[in-house]
């Protein structure tokens, strides 16, 4: 297993996330647990991955974080550090984004909250000097 992760995944660690590796910083892993009614997806994020600032139209998002530590931070204000255990309940068109810490790896349960209609919107990178701030 890669050194950058820091235990096996609950779920087991899915695939490379080549198909929205456009929209990330560095490399995650995606393994599908639902896409039925509601989706849920198992993401592992390597040490330093993170995705891009992104908003969730009509439909909000839920994070359940497994394993890891990393940030969650809504556009304007500060990121919150998350941890093993922590739950993000994510509202509809809240400019956001999610991802791993410095250190090592982080994975979370992503519960798309269904909505009629619903999109996500990617937007641009988090900037490198921004998150090398976060401790």
């Known amino acids: ?39 849920i997806y198992n993401v592992t994020f390597e040490a330093t991955c993170r995705n891009n600032w992104h908003i969730h139209h009509k439909g909000g998002q839920i994070l359940l974080v497994v394993d890891g530590v990393g ?40 519960i798309e909250v269904p909505a009629e209609n619903s999109s996500v919107e990617w937007l641009e990178k988090v900037e490198d000097n921004e998150y090398n701030k976060l401790d």
């Not at 922590?86 to 250190?103: F, L, Q, T, Y």
């Open 71 to 110: 940030y969650y931070q809504e556009w304007g204000k500060p990121a919150q550090k998350l941890h093993k255990g922590d739950v993000v309940n994510i509202s509809p068109e809240v400019k956001h984004w999610h991802g791993a810490s410095k250190e090592g790896s982080f994975t979370h349960i992503a």
């Open 1 to 39: 297993m890669n050194k950058n992760f820091n235990s096996s995944p609950m779920f087991g660690l899915g695939d490379k996330n080549i198909n929205f590796s456009k929209y990330f910083t560095g490399d995650s892993y995606l393994k599908v647990l639902s896409d039925k009614d509601i989706k």
